[in-house]
Nanobody, 121 residues
Framework: QVQLVESGGGLVQAGGSLRLSCAVS????????MGWYRQAPGKQRELVAL???????AYEDSVKGRFTISRDNAKNTLYLQMNSLKPEDTAVYYC???????????????WGQGTQVTVSS
């Protein structure tokens, strides 16, 4: 069984910063790519940032230069540093991880429960 637990969300003023964390635990054989998605009210869930097992990164255009995704493989933890936050960044942020477990031997994508980020103007 695998668990992804996000933390670090909250309320911040426009221009401020937040750092999200996602701790992965369970019967993990191999942790592959990881990422952050977000979903604003009335909108579809969208990809924010991805990081490969080899630490290559990719970002959604609107967050480039403001957000930084990183990972600590020793701690099985994913991070998202968010700077210069804007009201349009307000959403529930979800972490994902592609993981193979000792039980399955195959890769599957797992999701966290989400953490609310609210940016006030």
């Amino acid at each position: 069984q695998v668990q992804l637990v996000e933390s670090g969300g909250g309320l911040v003023q426009a221009g401020g910063s937040l750092r999200l964390s996602c701790a992965v635990s369970g019967s993990i054989f191999r942790l592959n790519s990881m990422g952050w998605y977000r979903q604003a009210p009335g909108k579809q869930r969208e990809l924010v940032a991805l990081i490969s097992a080899g630490v290559s990164t990719a970002y959604e255009d609107s967050v480039k230069g403001r957000f930084t995704i990183s990972r600590d493989n020793a701690k099985n933890t994913l991070y998202l540093q968010m700077n210069s936050l804007k009201p349009e960044d307000t959403a529930v942020y979800y972490c994902t991880a592609v993981i193979s477990t000792y039980d399955s031997g195959t890769y599957n994508k797992y999701w966290g429960q989400g953490t609310q980020v609210t940016v006030s103007s």
